[in-house]
């Protein structure tokens, strides 16, 4: 149980003791501070603790965003301060120098530590130290010094209503426009019902997956009933993956596990529906496998095109210490400042909420075939404009210099395996800026290229496969910190999943383009995996299982090969048997770190899910 230590000399009708109570605390009384740091000194380790000031004036929901959040090793609010296991160490110096600066080393009045919470807070910002403070918008949280303030206080805390700033904050910003307007406005009730009933947001997550894939199997039946009922259901399953984050904020219920779970889980719901869309198509006598696959590439690359881009500017720092401007804005920053282009831009780039909702509408109105057609015309048109984009604006703030954790972030995000690794070890030279993504581009490209215009058993793609390893080499060769090295992971994506798609469309046998979707599923799955790792500090996967799976550059080069090697029958087998090896590598490795980390006592973390 958390313990929290209430210094400061009692307020009598305070609520403060009963409010700690509400949050689950433990609270205990300090009659000085000398005895505030004794207090501090016997909680155990690994509890939380907390240091407040008998004198707080505030909302419930301030202190619980004040004091409960388990993502950060230290937080504060006017008033409070607290401190996960990992924070201890930081919160007990700060405490001892507050202590000893006040010459209350001995014994003092309750009068002499008012105020300790601040000013171990401030002895905290002194030395550095990183401390979180909520953004409490209308929430009150003060510590008055006098009646009259403590007064004005608590009719500012009457004044407003906790619960609906508590709901309203519950929704993630930035959201897009169908999730804003159709779906939160109730799903944040829903998320305060599942919180009073003791729901977890992992138990809400795994219900929009059992709904979603129930929807994958409505619409595999390929009748207009199931079409319809899959499409009810879709949106249903869209609703509850809205409603755990909202659970997740309300509730401040984070943590590794769910974060990696609502990431997943996302993905796994969006391309069972495609794979369910195609099993109904072919019941109705039309091949839309290559559609599907089609469409879960295109997604997947919008997506890697966004991480990548994050992972390369986000601690992005200007080249030299007074460095000046590092160029014009892109268009897409001077549109910022025009408010009706905001929903606009969240529309075209068809985030999940408008996809689920236009997928969902064809499923129910038109044909697999036409709902394809559409996803990817919408998804190629939104790849665009947000590539674009981000291009834009890398070639406008060239002079920022990449750090050496973006630089590895790249590296371990292009997945490169043994044989390219080990050609970069050996090369005689560095291709230069602007190059290196080009090199990937012309690689993937050409492998592209060859395997959809040979026939299929022709020996050419295997060749072209070989020099797409020779030009991954050569992408990986140095640190991946250009302006625009961030392209080098999602161009490998592409090129890995297309040459997939292109010689299953040439195999031209039953059976082989469901087989490619199993396999760039269950390659896709370990991208994204990366994708989490990364994102929550944890770093790349083992080496083991990069050497082990290939790398991008390896199973490309493979698959090549068989299709040079087997006949078609043969080659769509050997697809299916690759698929289910890399599944059970990659599946069963990501589940072990995930349940261990989280076991573990890793920083808790929150997915919010695709840009908007």
Not at 85 to 103: F, H, I, K, V
Not at 382 to 410: E, K, N, P, Q
Request: glycine share 10%; hydrophobic share 50%; net charge neutral.
């Amino acid at each position: 149980m958390p313990t929290a230590i209430l210094t400061g000399q009692p307020v009598p009708g305070a609520s403060i003791e009963d409010d700690l109570r509400a949050l689950g605390f433990e609270v205990r009384l300090a009659a000085d501070a000398a005895d505030a740091e004794s207090l501090l000194a016997a909680v155990p380790g690994d509890q939380r603790v907390a240091v407040v000031d008998t004198r707080f004036v505030g909302h419930l929901h301030a202190l619980r965003l004040g004091l409960t959040d388990p993502r950060f090793p230290l937080a504060a609010i006017p008033g409070a301060v607290t401190a996960r296991p990992t924070g201890r160490q930081a919160l007990t110096r700060a405490m001892a120098r507050e202590t000893s600066a006040s010459g209350d080393t001995q014994g003092t009045t309750h009068t002499a530590v008012a105020g300790l919470a601040d000013r171990v807070t401030a002895a905290l910002d002194a030395e550095g130290t990183d401390v979180h403070r909520p953004a409490l918008g209308s929430l009150v949280a003060a510590v008055p010094d006098d009646p009259q303030a403590r007064n004005e206080a608590r009719q500012a805390v009457a004044a407003v209503d906790e619960e609906a700033v508590r709901l309203k904050s519950a929704v993630k910003a930035g959201d897009g426009f169908f999730t804003t307007f159709f779906i939160s406005p109730y799903s944040r009730y829903l998320a305060r019902w599942c919180a009073r009933r003791g729901l977890t947001p992992n138990q809400v997550t795994t219900a929009s997956l059992l709904t979603a894939l129930i929807a994958a199997g409505c619409a595999a039946t390929g009748t207009r009933g199931g079409f319809v009922a899959a499409a009810v259901l879709l949106i249903a399953s869209f609703v509850l993956d809205c409603t755990d984050g909202q659970l997740a904020r309300y509730s401040l219920q984070y943590s590794t596990l769910g974060a990696w779970l609502d990431a997943t889980f996302d993905r796994a719901k969006e391309y069972a529906y495609y794979a369910g869309l195609a099993l109904g198509a072919a019941r109705g006598g039309d091949d839309v496998w290559a559609l599907a696959l089609g469409a879960m590439i295109l997604q997947t690359g919008r997506h890697m095109v966004d991480f990548a881009f994050h992972e390369a500017t986000d601690d992005a720092v200007p080249a030299t210490a007074g460095a000046g401007p590092a160029g014009p804005a892109a268009p897409t920053d001077r549109l910022d400042g025009v408010g009706w282009t905001l929903w606009v831009r969240r529309m075209i780039i068809l985030p999940i909420g408008e996809r689920w909702a236009m997928i969902a509408v064809l499923t129910a109105a038109t044909t697999p075939r036409i709902t394809f057609y559409a996803l990817l015309i919408g998804c190629a048109f939104a790849s665009v404009y947000t590539t674009a984009g981000r291009v834009l604006r890398s070639l406008a703030r060239r002079s920022r210099r990449r750090t050496d954790r973006a630089a590895r972030s790249l590296a371990d995000l292009a997945d490169s395996g043994p044989l390219a690794l080990g050609l970069a070890r050996v090369l005689p030279g560095r291709l230069p800026g602007f190059a290196v993504p080009a090199a990937a581009l012309l690689g993937g490209a050409a492998v592209v290229a060859v395997s959809a215009l040979t026939g299929y058993g022709s020996v050419w793609p295997a060749l072209a496969a070989a020099g797409y390893v020779l030009t991954s080499a050569l992408a990986v060769a140095r640190p991946l910190t250009g302006p625009l090295d961030w392209l080098v992971p999602p161009l490998f994506r592409a090129a890995e999943y297309v040459t997939v798609l292109a010689l299953a469309a040439k195999a031209d046998v039953n059976g082989a383009l469901p087989a490619a979707f199993g396999l760039v599923a269950a390659v896709a799955y370990h991208h994204y995996d990366t994708v989490y790792r990364i994102r929550g500090d944890a770093g790349a996967p083992p080496a083991w299982l990069v050497r082990v799976t290939g790398g991008q550059e390896g199973r490309t080069l493979l698959v090549a090969v068989l299709a040079a090697l087997l006949t078609a029958s043969q080659f769509k087998v050997a697809l299916t048997a690759l698929a289910v090896i890399i599944a059970l590598l990659v599946l069963v490795e990501s589940i072990r770190f995930w349940v261990s980390a989280h076991q573990g006592g890793a920083p808790a973390v929150h997915d919010e899910g695709e840009s908007a």
